[in-house]
């Protein structure tokens, strides 16, 4: 069975930070590119990082590029979104997500992705 549970959510004042974890079971992470979305009351779901699943190329959103950035720790099985700089515009559920295509991009659409962690919320004051 494959499972996607993440976990570093919470509520943070603008300008803090936070770190979102993606526990994989069930899968190898280092066979899968992997993703971050969120979605925000009343939007559709908004892509915002993805990694390469040989871990050598990431694309980041332009809304959170320069604060946010994607890792992996293979040896963990577990990917990572760094967020920094948060602002109230970053209030969303995140979810992380697994794309088994072994592309040599990365899937920025939310069809391009075949697993889903439930989500995780982050709440960003003013």
């Known amino acids: 069975q494959v499972q996607l549970v993440e976990s570093g959510g919470g509520l943070v004042q603008a300008g803090g930070s936070l770190r979102l974890s993606c526990a994989a079971s069930?899968?190898?992470?280092?066979?899968?590119?992997m993703g971050w979305f969120r979605q925000a009351p009343g939007k559709e779901r908004e892509f915002v990082a993805a990694?390469?699943?040989?871990?050598?190329?990431?694309v980041h959103a332009n809304s959170v590029k320069g604060r946010f950035t994607i890792s992996r720790d293979n040896a963990k099985n577990t990917v990572y979104l760094q967020m920094n700089s948060l602002k109230p515009e970053d209030t969303a559920v995140y979810y992380c997500?697994?794309?088994?295509?072994?592309?040599?991009?990365?899937?920025?659409?939310?069809?391009?992705?075949?697993?889903w962690g439930q989500g995780t919320q982050v709440t960003v004051s003013i």
């Open positions: 990694i390469k699943w040989s871990g050598a190329y990431t």
């Open positions: 069930g899968l190898p992470i280092s066979s899968y590119g």
């Open positions: 997500a697994a794309d088994r295509s072994r592309r040599e991009n990365v899937g920025q659409s939310s069809y391009e992705y075949d697993f």
